[in-house]
């Protein structure tokens, strides 16, 4: 039986603000909760106990009669006539003894933001809103770079009840634009630049070009990180500066919109996904404060973007008191291992990073634990792909055998996750140890029964507050529901394969659009990866199975290698090998084919669906739209690669 990598401590689990909440929840109800799983238990069955308990718990106002009114998917209600402003929580956090946020840019030092501060430029930002005439409802966007700026604009947002949406600057004016501009904005925050990589990107041009695009804009707001002047522009330092505003929060409705936030987009444009104050504000504060044990001793760095939903959710560690950390910048610059070095000198406890980087890592014999003082760190968070045992084992190894390895699998649907961890339930490696409280999430097969120790879709049985209000321009709801509930009504489908194990833990396969069907035998690509991209010499591996006429299957594997490497006959033996080995015969593929690169969307999330489709015959502007791609030419190189297969 597989032995667990990481065993909570008693002393750890006794002082876990999980079990502080399993006390006041017992003290509620009256029920004893024995461990984790009963307690998850009764989140899932008693909806309204649950998050009637986490309003309680964390004090955010009276609890209503009813929590929960009507429990239908899409459409639950949740806390009716209750009023609130995200931004509420954490004004309540603000304290003088620890910083609010770090601030870190490649090679430069750490700056502390005060909580003094980061409300005063917050309360002086959101002024400037308002004489501007924004009001509640209308839509301030940003393209800006992970900086504390980035934090107190959205701030300043949501405290007058305007709606947030960004994006990060590595998108292309027509990229920001796609998805930005379908919100008709009324101001734009922006930064003259960025650093990546020792390298300077000044983004004048697509500044231009997005307001251009943006006819509905009243102002522009610049921050200066190159020294370049845009012109017609607001200065950041001038209409956030420091004085004797306070913050004035708008209260709104439980459902007001707080943030628009953008799937991939890699197949039309990009949906704009609206969640709400309330739902928002609930959901992190449990997955922060219980899930993660993150509270006001904390500094939570997660490495991402204000592209991506987790940057969503590390502000929200300020909704526990906790001090974030805002990186802009490689996370291997200019050292493979430079997240790790950030993380020492910002005695981060909580870091956030990907799978992805954590093999890049491995691969150059980085050793984190020896060369940098992370006695701080207590937990390491993983999303963005499934975690292979072999990583997990090499953080334990690597960073630390009393550090917890959380991996994290959810969505920027719900901007949470589904399943992860705790700090009271042990990690086995590869696995994800548990569901979120409050989350009903199962694994059903094709006719919508549960399956166990079998691959089965991942389905939410149950509603959950952070589900989305509705889609950005999706009058009737047509778009959300197709999105979620065409295969099992009034059930949302998310499109991951997964297994629950006889722990109750999780494996996640990866999607299930994209699922690998040899010979009737469904299968993760993930389980390749994970097996392929422990070779020296790969660099990353994308496989696809493409359905042909007459009912042939071809399953090619595209390898990129490593610098220096060469696909000889024995790299090729060694590819089959392992995948055989690690994950079964019937994963061998039929081609093994070097390839330049593999293509992604900009959340990191390789192109599997619109590649396969490539080699179906269509045509690329047909399967993916280009701006939503990190390396667009790498989709010209797949096109003109695909010949046609057919079985022996």
């Not at 089965?456 to 009737?476: K, N, Q």
């Not at 660099?539 to 696809?544: N, P, R």
């Not at 690690?582 to 999330?605: L, M, W």
Request: aromatic share 8%.
């Amino acid at each position: 039986m597989m032995q667990p990598q990481w065993v909570p401590e008693e002393s750890a689990v006794a002082r876990a603000r999980i079990t502080d909440f399993a006390r006041f929840a017992s003290s509620r109800t009256g029920i004893e909760f024995a461990d984790y799983h009963a307690l998850w238990e009764w989140s899932v069955r008693d909806l309204d106990g649950f998050w009637g308990a986490v309003w309680e718990y964390f004090e955010l106002g009276p609890v209503p009669a009813q929590v929960l009114v009507g429990s239908d998917m899409p459409g639950a209600q949740w806390f009716p006539g209750i009023r609130v402003n995200y931004v509420d929580q954490i004004v309540r956090q603000a304290r003088s003894d620890r910083p609010a946020v770090l601030s870190v840019a490649e090679g430069g030092a750490v700056i502390e933001l005060s909580w003094a501060e980061l409300l005063s430029r917050t309360a002086a930002f959101a002024r400037t809103l308002r004489e501007q005439g924004v009001a509640p409802g209308d839509r301030v966007v940003g393209y800006l770079p992970d900086i504390p700026e980035t934090v107190i604009a959205f701030l300043a947002t949501a405290s007058i009840g305007a709606v947030w949406s960004a994006c990060g600057q590595d998108y292309s004016a027509k990229a920001a634009l796609d998805r930005l501009g379908q919100l008709e904005p009324v101001v734009l925050v922006t930064a003259d630049g960025y650093r990546y990589g020792g390298k300077t990107h000044d983004k004048r041009a697509d500044i231009a070009a997005l307001r251009a695009g943006l006819p509905g804009l009243r102002a522009t707001v610049v921050v200066s990180r190159l020294g370049d002047e845009v012109p017609d522009a607001l200065d950041w330092a001038t209409v956030s500066a420091p004085g004797d505003d306070e913050i004035v929060t708008e209260a709104v409705e439980f459902d007001h919109p707080l943030w628009i936030l953008f799937s991939s987009g890699t197949t039309g444009l990009p949906k704009g996904i609206v969640h709400g104050h309330g739902g928002v504000l609930v959901e992190h504060l449990k997955a922060t404060a219980l899930q993660s044990d993150i509270g006001p001793d904390d500094v939570f760095f997660w490495y991402t973007s204000p592209s991506w939903m987790m940057w969503n959710f590390q502000v929200a560690g300020l909704l526990a008191g906790a001090t974030i950390v805002c990186y802009d910048g490689s996370p291997g610059y200019p050292t493979p291992d430079a997240l790790w070095d950030i993380a020492a000198r910002t005695r981060t406890t909580v870091l956030g990073t990907s799978p992805g980087y954590v093999l890049a890592c491995m691969k150059a014999g980085a050793r984190p634990g020896l060369e940098h003082d992370l006695t701080a760190l207590r937990t390491v968070g993983i999303t963005g792909a499934s975690l292979p045992e072999s990583s997990a084992l090499w953080l334990g190894e690597h960073v630390g055998a009393r550090v917890q390895v959380a991996s994290i699998s959810g969505g920027t649907d719900v901007v949470s996750a589904f399943i992860g961890a705790a700090p009271n339930v042990p990690v086995w490696p590869g696995e994800l140890s548990v569901p979120f409280l409050g989350v009903a999430m199962d694994a059903w097969d094709e006719s919508g029964q549960p399956v166990r120790g079998a691959v089965g879709e991942l389905v939410i049985t149950a509603a959950m507050p952070s589900m989305p209000l509705r889609f950005w321009h999706d009058a009737d709801g047509t778009r959300y529901r197709a999105a979620y509930f065409e295969m099992f009504p009034g059930v949302w489908r998310h499109g991951d394969w997964i297994t629950i194990t006889e722990r109750g833990s999780v494996v996640v396969h990866g999607r299930s659009d994209s699922t690998l069907n040899r010979h009737g035998i469904r299968m993760g690509s993930a389980d390749i990866y994970q097996a392929v991209e422990s070779l020296p010499e790969i660099a990353e591996a994308l496989v696809i199975g493409v359905e042909q006429p007459g009912g042939g299957y071809w399953m090619p594997l595209f390898v990129v290698l490593a610098a220096g490497a060469e696909l000889t006959d024995d790299l090729r033996d060694r590819i089959a090998s392992v995948i055989r080995a690690e994950v079964s015969p019937r994963h061998v593929p039929d081609e093994i084919i070097p390839a330049p690169g593999v293509p992604h969307t900009r959340t990191g999330k390789k192109l599997e669906v619109p590649i396969k489709k490539l080699f179906q015959g269509a045509e690329t502007d047909r399967v993916v739209e280009r701006t939503a791609v990190d390396d667009p030419d790498l989709l010209d190189w797949y096109a003109a690669i695909r010949v046609p297969k057919t079985d022996e």
